[in-house]
C-alpha cells in the first residue's frame, strides 16, 4: 500500500481536504491512525461529520501529529489501497510552540518517507503577496524538494474564494510545468482529478 | 524564480535536522533547503552513493534502539559476512553461500519485528535482497482448512515475500496440532521455498525462546537450514528506567523520587517467577500511560496548578500498576 502525505502550510485547508476527500470516495465513517511525534500511535473512529466537527478549525495548528486513513480509490476495473495522511502545517519561521516545532519535525521526516506527496497552497496568498516573493519561502522549498522526487502534485485550494483565480495564474507562473489542480476542499470540487492522480501514481 | 541558498549543512544527518527543528535552531525553511540539497546530492552521487547513505541509516536506526547490544553486534557480523562474501566473489575467490534464514527467540516487546523491518532495509542496500520489504505472518496466514488449502495459502504468503522477509511469528504454532495438522504441510512448502528461492528468500522464524527451541528440536530438518539464531535478551531494569524516563521525557513529564521508587518495584515484581513475559518495553509503556491518565484524574480538580504540577508523576499516579 502507497502512502499519500498531505503537506502545505498551515490553516491551507489539509484536514478538511483528507476528510472530505474520503466522503468523496463513499466513506461516511474513517477509522484514524494517529501517530504522535514521539512515537505513539493510536487509532480512533469517526463518522465524516464528527471528524470535521473536532479536528477542523479556524485556528492554524490543530492538527499537530500525522493522522492517516486508508482508502479505496477504483482504478480501472479493480481497487487501489492509498494511505492518506494529514499533516501539520508547515511555517516560514520558527514557532515558539516547542510542541508545534515538533509536529514541524515529524512531517518533514515524513516528507522524505512516503511514496506521494500532494502539496495543498493557498492561491490567495500568491496574490496578496505582490510580484517577486510571490510564492512563500516555505512553500517554494517543498515544491523544490519534492520536484527532485517526483510523485508530486500541487493542490491550489480554496478556489471558492475571491482572488484565487488570479493567484492560480501566478502559482502556474512561479512553477511552470508543475502539475497544478485547482480544487476547493470545501466544496469537493476538483477531486476528481486528485483521484485520478492519486490511483495513477500509487 | 531565484532564491537566495543556505551554506553547507548538508552533511546533517535526518536526526540532527529533526534535533534542531525541535529546538527551535532551525526554521523548517532551512530544513526543508538541507533536505533538498541533500536530494540532490543523491541524485548526484548516483545509486550507489545511495545505497551508502540508506544503510548507513538503516545502521543509525539499530543503533538507535535502547539496549539490544548482541543483536546490533550480530547484525554488524553479518553486514560485514555479506560484504566480504561479495567482495571475494568479485575476486573470483570460493564463496560461502549467502543463507540468511534466521531464528528470532525472545519475549513479546523486545524488538523482533523492529529489527527484522532493519535486517530488510540494510540487505536491501547491500544488494542482498532487491526489495527488502517485511512480510509478517502467523499460524492463521499459512495453514488452510482442508487438504490442499494450505500449500495455496503458504504459496500465496512465500509470493509476496519474495525478495524480502518472510517473517514468521509465533511459528512454533506450525507444529501445534501433531501430525495430523495441516501445519505441517506449511513447513513441507516452507521448506521448498527455501530451496527454490534461496536467492530471493530470507525466511525468519520468532517466538518465545522456549517453545522456538523445542521446535527447532523435534524438527531437525528446519534447523540445518537456519543457520542465524538471535537470542533477544529482556530489558534489564536499567534499560527499562532508561526506556520509561525517555518515553517521559519525550511527553514532557518526569517521574519524582517516590514514582521511580514504585516503578522499580512493578517492574521488579513483573520480572519474578509469575509472570511469563517479564521485562519488555510494553509493559513500561502501558505504565507510563496509565499513570499519565490517573495524574490527569489527580490534578484536573485542583485550583492553582504551576507548570510544575503539569509535569510530575508521583507515586500516587503510578499505583500499583493494575488498571482498577
Redesign the interface.
Known sequence: MKECLVIGRANVGKTLFVLNFAEFLGRNEIDLVIRF????STAKRYTIDRARRELTGLGPHKTRCLQSVQLDIPYGKGRKRVQLTDTTG??????QD?EV??A???T??A??QVDLLLHLIDPRGIDRAGARAA?G??D???A??AQ??GRYCILANKMDLPGAREGLQRLMR?LPGQYIIPISALYKRGFKEVKTFVSRHS | ?A?KGNPARVSFS?GK???L????D????E???I??QQ??QL?FRGEEEKSRLLLEQALQELDALVGLEPVKKLVRELQAFVQVQQLRRQEGLLTEPLVLHMVFMGNPGTGKTTVARILGKIFREMGVLRKGHLVEVERADLVGEYIGHTAQKTREQIKKALDGILFIDEAYSLARGGEKDFGKESIDCLVKAMEDHKDNLILILAGYQREMAHFLRINPGLRSRFPIHIIFPDYTMEELLEIAEL?LR???YQLDKGAREEIIKILQRSSGAAVENPGNARLV?NIIERAIRRQAVRIVGQEKLEREDLMTITREDIGDGEEE
Not at chain 2, 532551525?26 to 525553511?29: A, C, D
Open positions: 511525534p514521539n512515537g505513539f508547515l511555517i516560514d519561521t520558527i514557532h516547542v516545532r515538533r514541524i519535525a515529524q518533514l521526516n516528507i522524505r510564492l519561502e516555505v517554494y522549498q517543498v523544490q524538494f527532485l522526487r512561479e | 524564480m532564491r535526518v535536522v529533526s534535533y527543528l525541535e529546538k527551535g532551525l526554521s523548517p525553511v530544513a526543508l533547503e533536505l533538498r536530494e540532490e541524485a518515553m519525550q511527553r514532557e509503556r
